[in-house]
């Protein structure tokens, strides 16, 4: 009877391991969510479970579902090539597992505007600084940029480029800007994300308690499943012993 819980306390840890690496993130480089025509583009999907088999996947206007290197892009191991991006190329992208978990989704914005406004893909975490670069087809120098946040202009930068210091969750908004009256970017939604609760934490939990706890939250929320299938091999192989 005593030997019997060695098995469950190795499995119950590899467990925590398994379960604690399968969050995939998909990023774009250059880190822009707008894009102009005939340009070239890579996503990679970083995950920290190398066996799982990810794809990236878009939706289109004109596609759903359909995967990097088939009729889009050109797939390597990790990543994804756009050599020449298109109008048809704006949507939302995003990685997929085999057994259907996804990343987080970017949107992507192709455009035939003479100018675009480049703002971060992902969501700003709460309290960083932020800059938004306004930029014409062929880069010029010191032009001022008009930044405009769900319609309405916020500031004008003789530089064409503008910095949000400090990010709050009322940032959050669909931007635009402006070089010279006629040349406007397409918009973009930037979103904010909450700065995660470590500091304003209940008192301080010793390190002890915030392991049970972690243990807990994996226990009961991310992957009963597997630990459920686990257990049920260990107990067979229990029995047949
Ligand atoms: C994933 O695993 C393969 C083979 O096991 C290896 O060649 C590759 O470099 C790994 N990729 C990453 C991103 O770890
Ligand atoms: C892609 O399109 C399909 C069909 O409209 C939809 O069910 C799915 O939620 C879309 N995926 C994303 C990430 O928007
Ligand atoms: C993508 O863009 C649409 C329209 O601007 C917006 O409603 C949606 O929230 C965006 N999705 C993401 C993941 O940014
Ligand atoms: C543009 O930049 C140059 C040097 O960087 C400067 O000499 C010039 O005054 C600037 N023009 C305007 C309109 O700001
Ligand atoms: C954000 O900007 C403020 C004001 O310029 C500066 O004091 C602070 O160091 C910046 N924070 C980061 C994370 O760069």
Not at 131 to 144: A, F, H, M, V
Not at 177 to 194: G, L, T
Not at 231 to 239: G, K, P, T
Request: aromatic residues 8%; charged residues 15%; contains cysteine.
């Amino acid at each position: 009877m005593i030997r019997m819980k060695e098995p469950f306390l190795l499995l119950f840890l590899t467990s925590l391991l398994f379960c604690k690496e399968k969050q995939a993130s998909l990023t774009v480089s250059p880190r822009s969510s707008q894009f102009f025509q005939w340009t070239s583009l890579s996503m990679s999907c970083e995950m920290g479970d190398n066996t799982t088999g990810w794809r990236i996947r878009r939706n289109t206007t004109d596609e759903i579902e359909t995967d990097c290197g088939v009729t889009w892009g050109t797939s390597t191991a990790f990543s994804c090539q756009i050599g020449l991006t298109a109008l048809w190329d704006s949507g939302v992208y995003w990685c997929e597992a085999k057994d259907g978990a996804t990343s987080n989704v970017i949107n992507i914005t192709v455009t035939d505007h003479p100018v675009i406004l480049q703002s971060p893909v992902l969501p700003v975490m709460e309290g960083h600084n932020v800059t938004l670069l306004c930029k014409t087809e062929s880069p010029r120098s010191n032009l001022s940029a008009e930044f405009y946040k769900d319609g309405s202009l916020i500031r004008t930068e003789p530089t064409g480029h503008m910095t949000i210091h400090r990010v709050a969750k009322s940032d959050e908004g669909l931007y635009k800007c402006h070089i010279s009256s006629d040349n406007e970017s397409p918009p973009s939604w930037i979103s904010v994300s909450e700065k995660p609760t470590t500091t304003s934490a209940p008192p301080p939990s010793t390190p002890t308690l915030q392991l049970v706890l972690s243990l807990l939250h994996h226990l009961l929320v991310i992957c009963p499943y597997f630990i459920c299938t686990l257990l049920m091999v260990s107990l067979y192989r229990n029995r047949s012993k």
